[in-house]
């Protein structure tokens, strides 16, 4: 089935040129184009697309704006959405507000596959969850799988597969993945509830570990708990969790 999308950019050529790249996506069925906010804010409500391609800065409201708009004025589900801009201090933002991805203009034809197959499998998250295909198993569908945040001057794409641990550090969150950690202003609660259960656990009220970098749970002299990380960290473990990492241990 046709992926039903929409193009919004204040600029005639910029519209033609993602239109000429989008015709080498046999799916991707291109049914409207708006050069402004009201337009395509108008287009969305008569033709419900399933993807919006939205320039950032466009008369009326700019694209951030529109997507929040559409999220709080519409009963129908908001289009997944790539940005397309020439501007990358909005990458955050973009993400923030659920964002399938961000293309900086000028983008090749290797780079808008990539955004688009991105979408494919979002839609088809989206129809294995509400049971129109056969199911996969819960831990492949509603969990974050990559983070994207802001550090030491970079917009970072981290898949969660690489974190080996979250520890927390008074109003922030710090995230370990290989030889580099990173701070995020998160909560562990709002960090637990974002990864796969199945992967992730949390052992402390202050710590999660990935499961897949852990190498054992070992009792210390004193009587405490310690995980064992395959790098040699040890995450303190409260007594609360240990029968679970247990078991989940024995299922690996």
């Known amino acids: 089935m046709a992926i039903q999308t929409l193009i919004a950019d204040d600029e005639v050529l910029a519209r033609r040129k993602l239109r000429f790249l989008l015709d080498g996506e046999p799916d991707i069925e291109v049914i409207g184009e708006g050069s402004?906010?009201?337009?395509?804010?108008?287009?969305?409500?008569?033709?419900?697309?399933?993807l919006l391609f939205l320039d950032v800065k466009m008369p009326g409201m700019n694209g951030l704006e529109v997507v929040e708009h559409l999220s709080r004025v519409t009963d129908r589900p908001v289009p997944h959405v790539i940005f397309t801009t020439a501007y990358d201090q909005y990458a955050l933002q973009a993400f923030e507000i659920r964002a399938t991805d961000y293309l900086l203009k000028p983008f090749t034809a290797?780079?808008?596959q990539r955004a688009v197959q991105r979408v494919r499998e979002q839609i088809e998250l989206t129809e294995l969850s509400a049971g129109r295909t056969q199911k996969t198993p819960k831990e492949k569908n509603?969990?974050?799988t990559r983070l994207v945040f802001k550090s030491r001057g970079r917009i970072l794409f981290l898949s969660v597969t690489d974190i080996r641990w979250i520890g927390a550090e008074e109003n922030y969150v710090r995230i370990c993945a290989a030889n580099e950690t990173h701070l995020l202003r998160e909560t562990m609660t709002s960090m637990e509830q974002r990864l796969d259960p199945h992967a992730f656990l949390r052992?402390?009220?202050?710590?999660?570990?990935?499961?897949?970098?852990?190498?054992?749970?070992?009792?210390?002299?004193?009587?405490?708990?310690?995980?064992?990380?395959?790098?040699?960290r040890k995450v303190p473990m409260s007594r609360s969790y240990h029968a679970r990492i247990r078991e989940l241990l024995a299922r690996a």
Not at 36 to 50: H, K, R, S
Not at 211 to 232: A, C, I, N, S
């Open 110 to 112: 290797e780079r808008l």
């Open 142 to 144: 509603g969990y974050t």
């Open 203 to 232: 052992v402390h009220r202050s710590s999660i570990v990935n499961l897949k970098y852990v190498r054992e749970v070992r009792t210390e002299p004193q009587g405490d708990f310690v995980v064992h990380m395959v790098d040699g």
């Open 36 to 50: 402004n906010a009201a337009e395509i804010i108008d287009l969305v409500g008569t033709t419900a697309p399933q």
